[in-house]
């Protein structure tokens, strides 16, 4: 089973919505058997709230539900619990360095930084960016 942790800076838009992207990919793929798909924040600012109201709009425009998610921080423990762990900007990876043991694991969902619609408001244009980044790493880890 591989498993995916996606990650950024408090799990309430991108994170999430990677997280249920992905998660519906491979629903429809039935490859749900093999991976096991969570999402988190590097800050601790958002810990017990619910996905953003836009966000989940806007998976739900998809046929996406992401209901239930409450933001969690990431902890030391995440670094050995999953194969992977995916960042939506590089500010998020500079968190991570400082939070996990290595780096070896992490790595961005898109080569540039996927923006944060809290401050854009463009969650269509993340959503976007999301679903390509999301596909693409799926296939990646499919091919392996």
């Known amino acids: 089973m591989t498993s995916i942790l996606f990650v950024c800076h408090g799990n309430i838009c991108r994170s999430p919505m ?3 992207v992905m998660q519906d990919l491979v629903d429809k793929a039935h490859l749900g058997g093999r991976f096991h798909i969570e999402s988190a924040a590097v800050s601790s600012e958002e810990i017990g709230n619910p996905v953003y109201p ?6 739900a425009e998809h046929g996406i539900s992401c209901r239930g998610k409450r933001a969690r921080r990431i902890e030391i423990e995440d670094y050995y619990d999953f194969d992977l762990i995916v960042a939506m900007d590089r500010s998020n990876m500079k968190r991570l360095e400082r939070i996990l043991p290595s780096m070896d694991k992490c ?6 930084d996927v923006a944060d619609p809290w401050y854009t408001g463009d969650f269509e244009a993340t959503m976007k960016d999301v679903e390509q980044g999301c596909a693409a790493l799926l296939k990646e880890v499919m091919d392996d």
């Open 107 to 112: 790595r961005m969902l898109l080569e540039r």
């Open 54 to 59: 836009p966000a989940r709009q806007i998976l």
């Open 18 to 20: 990677a997280q249920f």
